[in-house]
C-alpha cells in the first residue's frame, strides 16, 4: 500500500471526540477541492510512527494521508500536490487565505 503524507491532524490530542470531527472537515475539505480521485486513490487518517528518548520507543500518532494501491495504481503525484496544496489552504487563517487567493488569481492570468 502506498501512502504520502499530507499534514497533521489538527488538534491532536486535546479532545477525541473534536479532534475526528476536525479531521473529517479537513478531509472532506480536501476530497471536494481536489475533486474526484484517480481509481484506487484515497485521502484518509493514517498511523505515523517517530523513535523517542535512548531506548528507541516508537510513538505513533495520526496523520492525513493520500493512500493507494500500489500494486495496481501508479504514484498519484499530481493529486497528491493538490491534496497538499489544499490542505494548506485550510489551515491558512482568513485573512492570509484571501491574500494568497489574490495572488493566485495573478499567476493564474498569464
Known amino acids: 500500500m ?3 503524507f499530507i499534514g497533521e491532524c489538527p488538534g491532536w490530542g486535546d479532545d477525541p471526540a473534536s479532534d475526528d470531527l ?3 472537515l ?3 475539505y480536501i476530497k ?3 475533486g474526484k480521485p484517480p481509481r484506487g486513490v484515497d485521502v484518509q487518517v493514517t498511523l505515523e510512527g517517530d523513535e ?3 531506548e528507541g520507543n516508537e510513538v505513533s500518532y495520526p496523520v492525513i494521508s493520500v ?4 500494486f495496481t495504481v501508479e504514484y498519484p ?11 494548506e489552504r485550510f489551515n491558512l487563517p482568513e485573512e492570509i487565505y484571501q ?3 489574490r495572488i493566485q488569481k495573478l499567476f493564474d492570468k498569464d
Do not use: L, M, P
Open 2 to 4: 502506498g501512502r504520502e
Open 22 to 24: 476536525e479531521t473529517e
Open 26 to 28: 479537513v478531509i472532506e
Open 32 to 34: 471536494q477541492t481536489c
Open 52 to 54: 523517542v528518548g535512548n
Open 67 to 70: 493512500v493507494w494501491d500500489d
Open 77 to 87: 503525484g499530481e493529486y497528491i500536490e493538490k491534496c497538499s496544496e489544499a490542505y
Open 99 to 101: 491574500q494568497y487567493e
